[in-house]
């Protein structure tokens, strides 16, 4: 069990995953706490738990790219079914929310949706940027929506870090969004040292679990910081075990190989060349400064619209030797994505599970 350390929160959590009901937490944890001799630091958390709603529980499945989310998140939508729920699985993506990047974000078709409703697709354009903010307050909706069905079964599943967060957490970041869009006025991408700078000094302890080259996480960063995080978290309906999917280091990156070049074979080239028609990346590219495109923000499109631009073609007339080196370059980044999206796992509190065991665990502890 991997917990993240830092508020009671993360300890509710974790217990209530194993089984404890919150009605049960007040006087078993104190007698377990007494017992291990760290009673007085909690002796205010028991007396918040007594006084806290019941909620009822919902499973979040976090892993880096290519890790098995998706087959693991049905495999859970099935057995849960068995068991007389109703399972809806709530996109935690931040690229497929997005319509029009489906390949190149491995969504879910409707013909592998296996007959389960999945929400939180497609719900942006990639014209402009969804902010933390709306997909926030989308989540929270949905998850009210879910808390009038009895047999509802929310099952949060993305590889966003910070949307699973947002989540768990019940962030209300209404009105952020101008403070956000003032940050990005003052420290554009090519300023991300900058911005990184700013967060060290508001947030030092933040900023060391941040990469100084992920823009948008130091800009999320930022905002929570500035906004006042202790206000801005809600109660959520429902209490989230967080189960994480990891592979390995070597795995994670030969199935992320495998499904770029799966995706190649799909038909990703000519989604991107569709993106292109409708939005101009390729010549957005060409134009240093400009507001770009999502598509042209995000790995296994961004590579192959900038070896177009920089080689005058469109995206159709690209080569073998343009593709092979556009491949190349987009599996570094997503390599490298993949290990930013692994330092996530603490920072959840997610139990990691293995596949062959996971929907047993997973589906167990639902009772």
């Given amino acids: 069990m991997f917990v993240?350390?830092?508020?009671?929160?993360?300890?509710?959590?974790?217990?209530?995953?194993?089984?404890?009901?919150?009605?049960?937490l007040g006087a078993d944890l104190r007698r377990r706490l007494l017992t291990w001799g760290i009673m007085h630091r909690y002796s205010n958390f028991t007396w918040r738990l007594r006084r806290l709603p019941?909620?009822?529980?919902?499973?979040?499945?976090?892993?880096?790219?290519?890790?098995?989310?998706?087959?693991l998140s049905l495999d859970v939508c099935e057995a849960a079914s068995e068991r007389g729920l109703r399972p809806v699985v709530l996109n935690a993506d931040s690229r497929q929310v997005y319509a029009g990047m489906d390949i190149g974000t491995s969504k879910i078709k409707p013909s592998e949706m296996r007959g389960f409703e999945h929400r939180l697709l497609d719900v942006a354009e990639p014209s402009s940027k969804l902010s933390l903010e709306a997909y926030a307050q989308m989540?929270?909706?949905?998850?009210?929506?879910?808390?009038?069905?009895?047999?509802?079964l929310p099952v949060l599943v993305g590889g966003t870090g910070v949307y699973i967060q947002s989540v768990l957490d019940g962030w209300d970041l209404t009105g952020?969004?101008?403070?956000?869009?003032?940050?990005?006025?003052?420290?554009p991408r090519s300023?991300?040292?900058?911005?990184?700078?700013?967060?060290?000094?508001?947030?030092?302890?933040?900023?060391?679990?941040?990469?100084?080259?992920?823009?948008?996480?130091?800009?999320?960063?930022?905002?929570?910081?500035?906004?006042?995080?202790?206000?801005?978290?809600?109660?959520?309906?429902?209490?989230?075990?967080?189960?994480?999917?990891?592979?390995?280091?070597?795995?994670?990156?030969?199935?992320?190989?495998?499904?770029?070049?799966?995706?190649?074979?799909?038909?990703?080239?000519?989604?991107?060349?569709e993106l292109d028609r409708r939005y101009?990346?390729?010549?957005?590219?060409?134009?240093p400064g400009r507001r770009?495109?999502?598509?042209?923000?995000?790995?296994?499109?961004?590579?192959?619209?900038?070896?177009?631009?920089?080689?005058?073609k469109a995206i159709a007339e690209l080569d073998g030797a343009d593709l092979a080196a556009a491949r190349a370059e987009a599996l570094g980044h997503i390599w490298a994505y993949s290990r930013r999206q692994r330092s996530w796992f603490r920072k959840l509190g997610a139990s990691r599970v293995d596949h062959r065991s996971a929907v047993k665990i997973i589906v167990s502890r639902l009772q």
């Fill in 4 to 24: 993240a350390e830092g508020g009671s929160r993360f300890l509710t959590r974790t217990l209530t995953a194993f089984g404890y009901r919150r009605d049960q």
């Fill in 54 to 71: 019941e909620r009822r529980r919902a499973v979040a499945i976090y892993g880096p790219t290519s890790s098995g989310k998706t087959a």
């Fill in 139 to 152: 989540a929270r909706d949905e998850l009210a929506s879910l808390a009038a069905s009895e047999d509802a």
């Fill in 176 to 187: 952020t969004g101008t403070l956000r869009r003032s940050l990005e006025r003052d420290f």
């Fill in 191 to 273: 300023d991300v040292k900058g911005a990184y700078q700013v967060l060290a000094r508001l947030a030092p302890g933040v900023a060391r679990r941040v990469h100084p080259s992920n823009y948008e996480a130091i800009l999320n960063a930022l905002v929570r910081r500035m906004a006042g995080e202790a206000s801005n978290e809600m109660a959520t309906p429902f209490a989230f075990a967080v189960y994480g999917v990891d592979r390995g280091e070597a795995q994670t990156d030969r199935r992320i190989q495998t499904t770029l070049d799966a995706q190649l074979r799909d038909g990703l080239l000519e989604e991107i060349a």
């Fill in 280 to 287: 101009r990346l390729v010549e957005q590219a060409r134009r």
């Fill in 292 to 312: 770009r495109n999502v598509a042209s923000q995000t790995h296994g499109y961004r590579e192959f619209v900038r070896v177009a631009a920089s080689a005058g």
